[in-house]
């Protein structure tokens, strides 16, 4: 178990505890459900394009989610057939349209895995990545995958460093291989054509640019694999679907070689009803356990400080309207919202609330008061979600309590 799972757990005792006491908040309560997603809608209106792009497939692409090829290649990642299995699984219920193995070329373990992976039945395509050779090739068409990923490095540092072949030799080599693999009657072959960044250096521009060049030159799909070295992976996938591409590659918590690619995660509508992003934590928790990493506190969407709100002024509009300052939404994914008061940046509004997840009645002038006081012990040191409670128990009592009892 990682942190993050302690974290939201404890966020979620918190939530209990809510619905057993008063009416948490306008935001939070049932009744004015509607209104909220009306108003969600309304503010997040702002962020979508003006005009509709025909270029752009940000509403209709698909996942090549690539942890158990990619995500092998991460350091610390050893994975045994039952762990490839219990991921393979997860990713298929997630919804994922592609899974890539991989190549079966890599080792007589990684051919058996292939192939049991690929008799698991299930609704997602397997797909591995190879490199572009005959002998790579026979042995993945006999194995059950649906489609091959066929891998050659162009760039003018591999052909002089790495393969030490010239861009004659690759077109031959390429055609030779596909030519073989298309016999063989396996999906792709040259029905995707991919881009990779390989060493992740491209910036979003610079992506926009080639895989519209590229999208103005081949009528087939688009396939993009980043890397993170640069910070950019996720960026580099938006701006590539942007430009037209229609898949792009993912690992869950971007696991892959030195710090990865982009992880598997979601926003915005289209994948709301496509994957079940409500099992995204609990996937990227099954693979940091297996890998040995905790999730990031500040991992987008389920770090667990992703939906942590702390200032006071953010935590009164939060209250208000979560809008104000949540561009997506806990519950979609299976997290829990969580106003920080023990602290001394915390604010009346929402202490009050706190006050009233507890049951407890307090005029808005003594939940100042009792305020005031948790900010003055928060300045010798942050105080835990049960020291406030208790501190506000112990106020509440004494203010209820009847000075000659
Ligand atoms: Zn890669």
Redesign the pocket.
Known sequence: MSPNNVQNDTHDSKRAKSSSGRPVSAATSASNGKTEEAKRKESSAIYKPKFSDSLSRVNNFSIIE?TLR?GE?FGNAFFTTEDKIKIAKALDDFGVEYIEITSPAASEQSRQDCITICNLGLKAKILTHVRCHMDDARIAVETGVDGLDVVIGTSSYLREFSHGKDMEYIIKQATEVITFIKSKGLELGVNRVGI?D?VGCANPRQVYELVKTLRSVVSCDIEC?F?NDTGCAIANAYAALEAGATHI?TSILGI??RNG?TPLGADKEYVMNKYKLSQLREVENLIADMVSIQVPFNNYITGYCAFTHKAGIHAKAILNNPSTYEILKPDDFGMTRYVSIGHRLTGWNAVKNRVQQLGLILTDDEVKEVTSQIKQLADLKPLGVEEVDTLLRNFHQKVNTPLNE
Do not use: K, R, V
């Open positions: 690539s990619e290649q990779a390989t694999h890397h590659d892959g070689e690619i």
